[in-house]
C-alpha cells in the first residue's frame, strides 16, 4: 500500500489483516469458533434447522447461487459432499502417495444426488441460513476469498485508500496505479514451471488464477487436481490454468471456477456478453 505515512500504512494493512480474518471465520465449512454462527455451523444443522447468520454470509450465498447461474450449473456451493469425498482421497494419496486411489465413482453419485442448489434457503427477513436436506453440504471454496477480497476492495475504497496492491493466494487485487502512474505488474504463473507464463498490468483491476498445478495427487502416474466438473463429478480436463482479469474481484473468482469446466467456445461466448472481463485460458497442450 502507498501512502504518505508509513504509521498510516501499517494501519490499513493491520485493518485488512483483521477483515481477512472476519471472512474466514464466518466462511469456513472446517470450523466452528466462539459466539460466531459460520458455514460449517449450517452444514451441522443440515436438514435441522434455519441458522441465523450474518448479512456478509447471506450475501455471499445468494451471489455464489446467481453464479451458478451465470456459468449454467458449473458453480454450485451445494457440491460440499462430493468435494469432501475427493479432499479426503486428495490427502490421503497425498501423504502415502504409493496407495493413492481414486473415490469410487458410486460414492461421488450417491453424494452429488444431494448436491442441489435448490436445498440452499435463504430467508432474508429472518436473517437465516438453511440446508433442507441434511447430506447438502455447502462449500465455497470457488468463490469465498474472491468475494471477501472484494468487499474488502470497496471498503478501502471508501475509506479513502487510492494506491493498493492485495495478494490473496491466487487472487490478486487492485486499486489505482503505482504512484508513477504505471500499473501493477501481475505474473500469470506458467503452469509447467516456477517461472511466469506472462506479465500483465493492471489498475483498479483483479487477476484470479486457478490451475491444475496448484493442488493435486497422483493416482498411477496421473495428476488429479481439486477442480470437479459437475457434470463427470472428475477433474476437469479442459485447461491446466484460467485466469480471468476483471473489475470485480468475486466474478473472476466464480469464472475461474466455471470456465474450468466449459468448453472454449462456450466460455468464449460467455465472456463475450461480460463487459470489463478478460480470459486467458491455456490448454493442457499448453
Known sequence: VYDTSEQHANETMDRIHQQLITYHQLYDIYNTYDNINNLATVNQNAGIAPVKVDDKILDLVEYAISM????????????????????????????????????????????????????????????????????????????????????????????????????????????????????????????????NLCVVAVAGQHVVTSGTYERFFTVDGRNYHHIIDPATLMPSVLYDSVTVISSDSALADALTTGLFCMPPDEGMALIERLPDTEVLWVLPDG
Open 68 to 195: 451458478d447461474e451465470l456459468t449454467g450449473g458449473r458453480m454450485n456451493i451445494a457440491m460440499g459432499s462430493v468435494l469432501a469425498i475427493w479432499q479426503d482421497y486428495r490427502d490421503a494419496g497425498t501423504e502415502t502417495p504409493e496407495s493413492a486411489q481414486l473415490p469410487p465413482m458410486d460414492e461421488l453419485q450417491a453424494a452429488d444426488a444431494y448436491a442441489n442448489i435448490g436445498n440452499i434457503v435463504i430467508d432474508r427477513p429472518a436473517g437465516t441460513l438453511y440446508l433442507t436436506d441434511s447430506e447438502t453440504q455447502i462449500d465455497v471454496g470457488a468463490i469465498g476469498k474472491g468475494y471477501a477480497g472484494q468487499q474488502i476492495i470497496a471498503a478501502l475504497r471508501a475509506g479513502g485508500v487510492t494506491n493498493l496492491l492485495l495478494s490473496i493466494g491466487g487472487n490478486v487485487c487492485s486499486i489505482g496505479n503505482r504512484p508513477d502512474g504505471t500499473g501493477w505488474k501481475v505474473g500469470i504463473q506458467n503452469p509447467y514451471s516456477d517461472g
